[in-house]
């Protein structure tokens, strides 16, 4: 990573990730099957590879993987001089994707910068520049996910409202996803509201009961005709039917909605970026990733500090 710009590197992420971007169905999100598939067979060697339902599992599994590639590249590297240049060039790289609001690879470097194995090397982060430093310290309150991800929501929805203007934008998929899946624990069916109180309140607005404005003679024949009523129950009230359940048609907006909003970085946004592809760097970035299991990269960076 040390051998390429950053801006360079950046780049070639935000084109693979719009790429990506372009397999998610809107049937697999509305569906929310990643979660259905997630105890399924083990995911392919190759993340990128689409499946039948699984286009969001790609996403997941890119995200996954080039968090977990920054991550080994880093502990990988035994020099700590080195190993400190490798931190201050994922830094840098992570500062190109917020200037050029790809969200996506912005927050696999964040999540691979803060997780336990790098982390954990305090020796390596004192020697990190002044600059580096204090614009990871700057992207991180960015991606702070207090109130909900506040930050990256309101630069994502900038982004929608004006990205038209700005330029291009990919956005951070778990913002989606997490909003899915809240959406969804909302029930589908819900019971109507009943109307007895609003009927009895509207007859107290109008002024008196009947009863009081009518003459003895009309009172006996009302009463006479509310207690012969079908279905009359005390005082001659009607006793209601039992309430049909109705569609919950907020949560059908929320989540057609969401979708909306996510087609339109798919179709729009995710498309007005001018980069051009470096068939080295892609290649370097997509097919040739070293990539470490947890337990192996955790083994490692105690044997570094």
């Given at each position: ?36 598939k ?16 699984q ?66 090397l ?12 204090h ?18 929501r ?39 509201r ?9 007859s ?10 009518t003459?003895?003679?009309?009172s006996?024949?009302?009463t ?53 592809k ?9 097919d ?13 960076s105690?044997?570094?500090?």
């Amino acid at each position: 990573i040390l051998y390429f710009r950053s801006e360079l590197i950046a780049q070639q992420l935000c084109i693979m990730e719009c790429e990506i971007l372009q397999r998610v169905s809107w049937q697999d999100l509305i569906e929310l099957r990643w979660q259905k598939k997630k105890r399924a067979a083990p995911p392919p060697a190759n993340p990128t590879s689409t499946e039948a339902g699984q286009s969001t599992g790609v996403v997941i599994r890119r995200f996954d993987q080039m968090s977990q590639w920054a991550v080994t590249e880093i502990i990988r590297t035994l020099d700590i001089q080195e190993r400190v240049l490798v931190v201050e060039k994922f830094i840098r790289v992570a500062l190109k994707c917020y200037h050029h609001a790809n969200f996506s690879t912005l927050m696999q470097i964040l999540f691979a910068l803060q997780s336990s194995p790098v982390h954990r090397l305090k020796q390596t982060w004192s020697l990190i520049g002044d600059y580096e430093y204090h614009m990871f310290q700057y992207l991180k309150d960015f991606a702070c996910p207090t109130r909900n991800w506040k930050n990256l929501r309101d630069a994502t929805k900038v982004m929608l409202e004006c990205g038209y203007q700005i330029g291009g934008c990919v956005p951070f998929l778990g913002l989606f996803l997490s909003d899915l899946v809240m959406n969804a624990e909302l029930p589908t069916f819900v019971r109507p509201r009943p109307l007895s109180t609003a009927s009895a309140s509207s007859s107290h607005t109008n002024g008196t009961t009947t009863t009081s404005t009518t003459t003895r003679g009309s009172s006996s024949t009302s009463t006479s005709a509310s207690t012969s009523s079908p279905g009359g129950g005390e005082g001659g009230l009607a006793v209601p039917a039992p309430a049909r359940l109705m569609v919950n048609f907020h949560k059908l907006r929320n989540s057609a909605g969401i979708i909306k909003r996510l087609i339109a970085f798919q179709t729009v946004l995710a498309h007005r970026y001018p980069f051009t592809k470096d068939p080295l760097v892609y290649s370097l970035l997509s097919d040739n990733l070293e990539v470490w299991d947890e337990k192996t990269v955790m083994a490692n960076s105690c044997k570094l500090e």
